[in-house]
DNA sequence: CCGTATCCCTCCGGATACTG
DNA sequence: CAGTATCCGGAGGGATACGG
């Protein structure tokens, strides 16, 4: 069926992307604001953070809520799609960590291999 | 914990580049050599497909059968790793095939508030 | 048939600085 | 606090040509 390989193509870019996923996972465990997510992921910059939620609220995972005081302060959720998209992305992510000692090794033969 | 997302992000990025994982569903059907991969693929040029199945070797995902005739002949297939991951990515697959238009709902509605 | 090398271009993503 | 604008380096990936 080459006619949704485009589709399946499209979440696995997302999936593949920096940072949507450890996004996602972190507003798994409830809604969180901008600098919250910030301060835990630690290593984004401001711009892909927001690039990130943009896409992903783009895409109908979360939902964007701001609270108009000074400071303005903006909450992020997930959505139902959202919560669903985290069942196979989990799974996907402890058959990583499950298997993370078989592929170093993997890796570390074939560079061994490469050497030569 | 911020220790194994490396490892995950790793996967993440195989999983997430643009043809490792059609290339690992073509060889969940059996083993295939070079040309096959590459006429059923269709879109993707040689350097491509290289580079992509070289990465597949190297994390353990695919062995590399080389038969030295001529014209030479070398044939891909999936490991047990191989057949392993494929679970997991089919689960997402399966997803991103079933909320397909939710997606595309949502992106429509997103760049319809956007226009204004 | 299979792989490498080269050129080139796009886009991701980081750093920084500036608005409301 | 949240977001935008700009600049920039580098990786990803396509086209082409050549080698074994």
């Given at each position: 069926m ?101 592929v ?13």
């Amino acid at each position: 069926m080459p006619s949704d390989c485009r589709s399946v193509n499209e979440i696995l870019a997302r999936v593949g992307d920096k940072w949507s996923v450890l996004v996602v996972s972190l507003l798994g465990d409830g809604a969180m604001r901008f600098s919250e997510l910030r301060r835990l992921i630690g290593g984004i910059s401001q711009k892909m953070l927001t690039t990130t939620l943009r896409g992903l609220e783009r895409d109908g995972f979360v939902t964007r809520t701001v609270t108009p005081t000074i400071p303005p302060r903006v909450d992020y959720e997930l959505t139902s799609l959202g919560r669903d998209l985290l069942v196979p992305v989990r799974a996907l992510g402890d058959w990583a960590r499950h298997n993370r000692s078989r592929v170093e090794k993997a890796r570390a033969r074939f560079d061994q291999m490469a050497k030569s």
